[in-house]
């Protein structure tokens, strides 16, 4: 067979191995995804990173891939002399948008694709970011929430090219099987086999106050007047500012018994940590889409999730997990108290439903339609 | 193992006879039994010729249908997994009446549809026909172990275990005007090439639907081999092959037929006669062959190994006359031309008459593990690209073979590396043998260029993706798969087992491959059980007296071509496997043996 002329392709961005976070857990999945449909000959895919300095080799081979270790002048330079050289460039983050808006300058031929996730495009964009909204070929957008919110401060941007793409569960995550509380864990929190445990996983930023972690402490501080029986983990890092704060909130709705803070959680002890709960709670109000939620999904446990932000995507409208207001503590409360007192929850169910929604193969097509679209 | 024939034609109507006499032109490779299946109102024919191993009773025979007679299978090969899908199936309410892998196909193709395949474990050709939907579905194993060619035209289709079938109902098939061309540069057909025009192989790890009504046609991959990391350590990597690798063994030995080994003394068919031991107990079957001459037998390797497992071992012992007086009946055996497969010849006729019907071989190990002079090789192919094109040039002066090919190296690709390593005439003598422009064969090359992302592996990875998928896939397999056929020998592959494979790819290339000892993953895997003197020895390639022998044979009117190259086989210029490449490709004209 001949070679076939493949679609050279560039993907630019930021982090996907050197943080973890949604971005970076999108992004290595994008990553995987570019490096399979190479294998697959449809396309040849290439990488660069302004932060990363190797890709782990599960997800994208070396030889495809360029990091920059921070060095982002010279990442922003060799970025744009290379991407001429691609049929399509893909531009990771906003953040990007310079790079994105010089190549489409020189080289208008070459197709700009812009990936958009949450909060950094729900606002008014000035300067090259506005300027490589209107001239990009497609944006990418993680939810239906994001599109919307695109549209709506950037008027006139043509909404036909806005691509709705969602976040996948890693292809690599392991899946359980059986859905019992890992013991070591139990142990380790010392935690009775009778309680309930309700899960919160997020960084604990101070200046992002839109989680929802501090809602819920209200909330159940109203859910103790009518049980006790109950645990709240908060996992993931915490600045010492929002440790502060949080705390501050626990001593005042005397909350001390009912609610640990966890600290931040190795990736390998994750999953183990959504099987300890009874259910994955998360009222934010930013969430661009909500990786977490499907996570907490694949392991068979319920959601509560708000209903003001990508989390609408996340739990396909409320098909998947509980949609409440963030805003309202009561509404909180009531989800919280209807979910613990289920009977009976199908975790094998719930896995299988948000792996038709979300697998990474799934994934991997609307990766292939948007670059053969 | 079986073979397997087929037509769907509404223009011709196949009938009985013809399905028959396609079956039977492959009869060497199912002795056991036979069955066609005739559908008229789809102008559909199936053949099915069979070797039988597992089930051996009369309800193992094919083509099989299900209870309700919605599905209509021809199934070539063996899945090693069919028991745990079985059981997965009971579980599922499923019912069966034989105990044969073929009738859990069907039913797992009636529960899974055609994601079935990406449950098997095993390798395989298989047709199957679904009368509820009108769908034909022919689909190959993930390493493309067991063949299945096919023609698809004009809302035509005709499908085969051997390219011989189709020239049997139709002599006068055309052939591929381009063959000889390719057979000469790669000392066999890579696929999709075959012989015959519009004739290709299935790819390996696909499947292909059409849908009988439309003739609307989709092929999906179900199989890919990755290169998809996940073990970084070294102790990891070695305590799942040995698992693993122990488990395939194990798997490989399911049969209800007598089941021995090929036991050369290397290191991998030592390996897999120690893991095989303990599962057959004292019914350990191994069998070699030696030639003429002393000095190249192996017998010192192969005695540590029988001594340690007991093994019945047999050696058989070619001589120069038998060799020659085999000549035709290889050439016959050949469904399609290779430079090698001498060989598999004796050795599979002879594990026949050892009395076996199923042997292991230990191929596809050096194209995992990393066996060959090709992966030390790599790194100076590497530095020869940054060389100017006019250096390439000079390479043509050399007066031997060997060093003509650096000319391939002008490529600078992953299939120019192969060609150096493997290649057999560089075009311009080619051009000269079958009186054609070296534009053409250049042409032709082109047509054949390997994926781009071959070019972004790591040079090891490539080495291992182009020995494995063109070299392994288009001249070992194949040899290996005609060769034991007409025999009547099934040869089974634990090394290509999809588990093994799968693990293999999974680790890094820092772990897979070391420069200072070829396979040192499989040696420190089994270090307790394999003998230090069979991997710590002096190096000895696979060397036959093929050189001397091979002047036996020689074409009825010598033309001044053949009287070159035999004038070069004597004075060492060329290798005795190019001159037979050659002798091979002149199938118009007849053989003399001297």
Redesign the interface.
């Known amino acids: 067979?001949?070679?076939?002329e493949?679609p050279s392709i560039l993907f630019l961005y930021l982090t996907g191995f050197s943080f973890t976070g949604g971005i970076e857990k999108f992004n290595r999945s994008f990553l995987k995804a570019l490096h399979?449909l190479?294998?697959?000959?449809l396309i040849?895919a290439d990488a660069f990173s302004s932060y990363d300095h190797q890709p782990d080799?599960?997800y994208f081979?070396?030889?495809?891939f360029k990091g920059f270790y921070g060095n982002r002048g010279f990442f922003v330079l060799y970025a744009i002399i290379k991407a001429l050289r691609y049929n399509t460039v893909i531009i990771g983050h906003i953040n990007l948008s310079l790079i994105g808006y010089i190549i489409k300058k020189i080289k208008p031929s070459v197709r700009i694709i812009l990936i958009t996730h949450g909060i950094e495009v729900w606002r008014e964009q000035t300067g090259s970011k506005k300027k490589l909204l209107l001239l990009a070929d497609n944006i990418v957008s993680v939810s239906n929430f994001t599109k919307q919110q695109l549209l709506q401060y950037n008027l006139g941007l043509d909404e036909q090219k806005i691509k709705i793409f969602p976040n996948t569960i890693d292809p690599?995550f392991k899946l359980p099987t059986l859905f019992t509380k890992p013991n070591y864990l139990l142990n380790r929190y010392n935690i009775p086999a009778n309680k309930k445990v309700l899960l919160t996983v997020t960084r604990m930023a101070y200046s992002e106050k839109y989680k929802g972690y501090d809602d819920v402490i209200e909330a159940l501080s109203l859910l103790k007047n009518t049980r006790n029986d109950f645990v709240y983990l908060i996992c993931g890092k915490a600045e010492n500012q929002e440790q502060e704060r949080i705390e501050a909130i626990i001593n005042q709705y005397q909350m001390w018994d009912y609610v640990k803070l966890i600290g931040y959680v190795n990736d390998n002890e994750l999953n183990d940590h959504y099987l300890l709960s009874d259910v994955f709670i998360m009222p934010s109000k930013k969430e661009g889409f909500g990786i977490v939620f499907i996570e907490a999904l694949a392991c068979g446990r319920p959601v509560i999730a708000g209903n003001k932000d990508g989390s609408i995507d996340a739990l396909q409208n409320g098909k998947l997990g509980r949609l409440v207001d963030p805003d309202n503590i009561n509404e909180l409360e009531k989800a919280i108290a209807d979910t613990l007192a289920l009977q009976h929850i199908n975790s094998f169910t719930l896995q299988q439903e948000v792996l038709r929604a979300f697998d990474f193969k799934q994934y991997k097509t609307r990766l292939k339609k948007l670059l053969f679209a | 193992m079986c073979r397997i024939a087929g037509i769907i034609s509404k223009k011709i109507k196949p009938n009985e006879a013809l399905i028959t006499q396609m079956r039977d032109s492959m009869q060497h490779g199912g002795p056991d039994g036979c069955g066609v299946y005739i559908n008229e109102e789809l102008g559909l024919a199936f053949g099915h010729r069979r070797l039988a191993l597992i089930d051996l009773s009369p309800l193992g025979i094919q083509p099989m249908m299900d209870k309700e007679e919605r599905i209509v299978i021809i199934f070539n090969g063996e899945i090693y997994n069919y028991q745990e899908i079985k059981d997965k199936l009971l579980a599922k309410g499923y019912s069966f009446k034989s105990s044969s892998d073929t009738e859990v196909i069907i039913y797992a193709y009636i529960e899974w549809g055609t994601d079935c395949f990406q449950h098997f474990n095993g390798m395989f050709a298989l047709v199957l026909l679904d009368k509820l939907t009108n769908k034909l579905i022919l689909a190959r194993d993930h390493a493309g172990i067991k063949p299945l060619y096919y023609y698809l035209k004009n809302n035509e289709l005709y499908f085969a275990s051997e390219v011989r079938a189709f020239k049997t109902i139709n002599p006068s098939w055309q052939e591929n005007t381009d063959w000889k061309k390719y057979f000469l540069l790669f000392g066999h057909l890579p696929e999709p090439v075959t012989t015959l025009q519009d004739i290709q192989p299935l790819q390996k790890g696909s499947f292909l639907e059409i849908d009988l009504n439309t003739w609307y046609t989709r092929q999906e991959t179900f199989h890919k081999l990755y290169y998809n990391y996940t073990i970084y350590k070294e102790e990891e990597a070695l305590s799942l092959i040995k698992e693993t690798l122990q488990k395939a063994v194990q798997r490989h030995l399911i049969s209800d037929a007598p089941i021995g080994l090929f036991l050369s003394g290397g290191i991998d068919s030592s390996l897999l006669t120690l893991i095989a031991q303990p599962f057959v107990n004292n019914n350990l079957h191994t069998l070699s062959i030696v030639f003429d001459n002393e000095k190249f037998s192996e017998k010192q390797y192969q005695n540590i190994i029988i001594q340690k497992t007991k093994a019945q071992h047999k050696s058989f012992l070619v001589t120069e006359n038998e060799f020659k007086q085999s000549i035709p009946d290889i050439i016959n055996a050949m469904d399609q031309p290779s430079n090698d497969g001498i060989n598999s010849y004796f050795i599979c006729k002879y594990a026949r008459q050892y009395g076996l019907t199923a042997v292991l071989s230990g191929l596809g190990a050096d194209e995992l593990f990393g066996g060959y002079q090709s992966f030390n090789r790599t790194k100076t192919v590497g530095m020869v690209n940054w060389l100017p094109e006019f250096m390439f040039e000079v390479a043509n002066i050399f007066p031997d073979d060997r060093r003509k090919k650096i000319n391939f190296l002008q490529l600078k690709d992953a299939l120019g590396e192969y060609l150096f390593n493997r290649g057999f005439f560089v075009p311009a003598q080619i051009a000269q043998l079958l009186d054609c422009t070296e534009r053409e064969l250049y042409n032709l090359i082109d047509d054949a260029r390997l994926p781009l992302f071959t070019e972004k592996l790591i040079p090891l990875e490539k080495v291992s993706y182009i020995e494995t998928n063109l070299y392994m896939q288009n001249q070992l397999l194949k040899d290996t798969d005609y060769m034991s056929m007409w025999h009547s020998l099934e040869v089974r592959v634990p090394f290509l087992d999809k588990d093994l494979m799968n693990l293999v790819y999974s680790i890094v290339p820092e772990v897979r491959y070391n420069a200072n000892q070829i396979k040192h993953l499989l040696i420190k895997a089994f270090k307790n059980e394999l003998p230090e003197a069979i991997w710590n020895r002096p190096k000895q390639g696979f060397v036959f007296p093929f050189e001397m022998w091979m002047k036996h044979i020689q074409l009825q009117d010598n033309d001044k071509r053949t009287k070159t190259l035999l004038k070069g086989l004597d004075n060492g210029n060329v290798h005795w496997s190019r001159y037979w490449c050659y002798i091979l490709s002149q199938t118009d004209k007849k053989l003399k043996l001297n």
């Open positions: 067979m001949r070679r076939k493949l399979e190479s294998v697959d000959d040849d080799e599960k081979p070396r030889l495809r690599y």
